[in-house]
């Protein structure tokens, strides 16, 4: 209404009577029409900050100018400091000529501010229907028949809910559902921190996050903390297989402090921000809420709210990945609790008890842990194919249908040998638990029933250091003994965990004078090494496999899961020194040998045949 009486009363700037239109050049029509617009924006925003900060904003917030001619166009960020987002009006300095030019440049400006604005008014939505999922339980919540998890109620939430804030649900996309409540022991201003920052959250969340990073902070915070926090980010999230692919998604997460010591950080899909243009999957409101507690510990309330293409998981993972297993609240919070065991840990001024093999100086635990993570990063990469390297993708006659084989050249990386690397993965389903399969992999005692390297016989552990209560996590060295006295013996580094999500066995051979140096304190990140290893997780159905089988543990196995699992076997090896050389169809057939040996002699040492 205010555009359409600025075009209808133009007004003399000299004494504010009414103008005849002949007096008004264009551009000072135009002029007024902009301004008119900023001050309707204006209201708008201000109204907006103020259910963000929960009191009033005036939009007389900075001093404005008499006139109307001598606003600046560039300025609907007239939102005090402290909230964050944007600078006070820009003014235009008295006597300076206006130019069409000045209008156009900044009518970019204005659409970005109105972009911004219409961010935190989703981000603003995306939290009330956060905290409606995190806090109500019944109707909206009611308890499965298998297991006792949580299932969303559909009919209640489209009741309880607003509409959609991103739209319509994709044809032929499926929901999932999910969330999962559990104490961990962080206090909630450092994990607000962790999630806000993207290279930390990839660090908490190592085996989830393949990669991510932030786009752009709209806002910091208010009065120097994460409260009102909003950054655009992308990141790519995945399940240990080459039979799921990566899932990128691009979007807002915002950051709110509810009460004393009561935050909440909410994620959401924003499928403009140049990504896929036909993304498989969409985050709806997800996130956690935090609350402090008094013994030091936080209690997490974690929901996810997906809606993905199923069509492109392979049928062996698509029960894992429909019950919330795979990418859902329950693997988030397992994999919180077991890293932030593993942090109050190493922080403590004593060692376990069990570190006691061979002497290790404080220097050299930190060396050898951070060696250890970045080898289980890498193996991550080399299975799914996240961008931490370039990887080519093989399609070849003699490999089998479920492996997957990539190359790459290393070069000018210290922590890896030079020439061509070759991955191969896949994933077979087992008739056993999850904990049976882990604890027959990580037992060096049992290594020669399925490894090459172990040169037939048993391995000793030379040192061992805890990352858990659970003995399962912690980063261990192995030394395969030599068959005859002409060969020499060698050392493996090999890291394991296990959390009520599934496990992981991650190993690779060592130099026997870098490992010693890092053992010492030295510096890890010349040790060169190529990762090996097995991703374990439950099969999602509860009881017996996806496929077929009657689901029997005949080894009396328990533990993670009631039916089979879903082992990913992965191998990184140099096939050639040389980084020009070309790779031969040879070298192909023997990492894919390999790995169906390796996979066989699992399935003949854990009774699975037939």
């Known amino acids: ?265 909410v994620d959401l899909s924003i499928e403009s921000l140049g990504g896929s243009p036909f993304p498989t999957c969409r985050r709806l409101p997800s996130g956690c809420v935090v ?84 080898m289980t990063n890498n193996f991550c990469a080399g299975v799914c194919a996240s961008s931490v390297h370039k990887w080519n993708k093989l399609r070849t006659e003699n490999v089998d249908d479920d492996v997957q084989v990539m190359t790459r050249k290393s070069v000018d990386d210290p922590g890896e040998p030079p020439g061509i690397v070759l991955s191969a993965a896949t994933s077979v389903w087992l008739p056993v638990t999850p904990q049976r399969v882990f604890d027959f992999l990580r037992d060096e005692r049992l290594r020669s029933e399925w490894d090459i390297l172990s040169n037939g016989g048993p391995m000793q552990e030379m040192a061992h250091i805890a990352k858990g209560q659970d003995h399962g996590n912690c980063v261990s060295l192995l030394r395969a003994g030599a068959v005859n006295s002409s060969q020499s013996s060698m050392l493996i580094l090999q890291e394991t965990c296990i959390d009520a999500a599934g496990a992981l066995v991650v190993y690779a051979p060592v130099d026997i004078p870098a490992m010693h140096l890092v053992m010492n304190g030295g510096d890890s990140a010349y040790v060169a090494l190529l990762p090996s290893g097995f991703s374990i997780m439950p099969d999602g159905t509860g009881a017996g496999g996806p496929v077929s089988g009657d689901g029997s543990d005949g080894n009396g196995g328990s533990g993670h899961g009631g039916g089979g699992s879903l082992l990913t076997v992965g191998f990184q090896i140099l096939v050639n020194s040389l980084p020009t050389a070309k790779l031969t169809v040879e070298s192909v057939e023997t990492v894919n040998n390999l790995i169906s040996c390796t996979v066989q002699k699992i399935r003949a040492a854990l009774h699975c045949d037939n």
């Open 1 to 265: 209404m205010s555009i359409r009486e600025a075009m209808r009363n133009p007004m003399c700037t000299n004494c504010g009577g009414p103008a005849l239109i002949g007096e008004i050049s264009l551009e000072e029509q135009h002029l007024r029409i902009e301004n008119a617009r900023l001050k309707d924006e204006l209201e708008r925003v201000c109204s907006l900050a103020g259910k963000f900060m929960g009191r009033p904003v005036s939009s007389m917030g900075h001093p404005m100018p008499n006139s109307s001619l001598e606003l600046g166009v560039g300025g609907i960020n007239v939102i005090s400091s402290d909230f964050g987002i944007s600078s006070p009006i820009h003014m235009l300095p008295p006597h300076k000529s206006i130019t069409m030019s000045n209008v156009a440049t900044n009518n970019n400006n204005n659409e970005r501010s109105f972009e911004r604005s219409m961010y935190l008014e989703l981000a603003l939505a995306a939290m009330d229907e956060l905290v409606k999922l995190a806090q109500t339980d019944e109707p909206l919540w009611i308890r499965g028949f298998e297991g006792g998890k949580e299932i969303l109620n559909p009919d209640e939430f489209s009741r309880t809910c607003a509409p959609c804030i991103i739209g319509m649900k994709p044809n032929g996309f499926v929901t999932e559902a999910s969330r999962e409540t559990g104490m961990v022991i962080i206090n909630g201003l450092a994990l607000v921190e962790t999630l806000m920052d993207s290279n930390k959250w990839a660090e908490m969340f190592p085996c989830i996050v393949a990669r991510t990073s932030t786009t752009e902070v709209i806002s910091s915070g208010m009065g120097g903390t994460r409260n009102g926090a909003l950054h655009l980010m992308n990141a790519a999230l995945q399940v240990l297989s080459p039979l799921v692919p990566v899932r990128e998604v691009n979007f807002l997460r915002f950051c709110k402090q509810h009460a004393e010591g009561v935050w909440a950080v």
């Open 291 to 374: 609350q402090d507690m008094p013994n030091g510990y936080s209690k997490v309330t974690w929901v996810e709210h997906i809606e993905y293409d199923e069509s492109v998981i392979h049928q062996l993972y698509r029960p894992l990945i429909s019950s919330g297993m795979g990418f859902g609240a329950h693997r988030w919070i397992a994999t919180l609790q077991r890293q932030c065991e593993c942090l109050a840990i190493l922080m403590s001024s004593t060692s376990p008890a069990t570190d006691h093999h061979t002497a290790i100086t404080a220097g050299g635990r930190r060396s050898m842990l951070k060696l250890a993570q970045r």
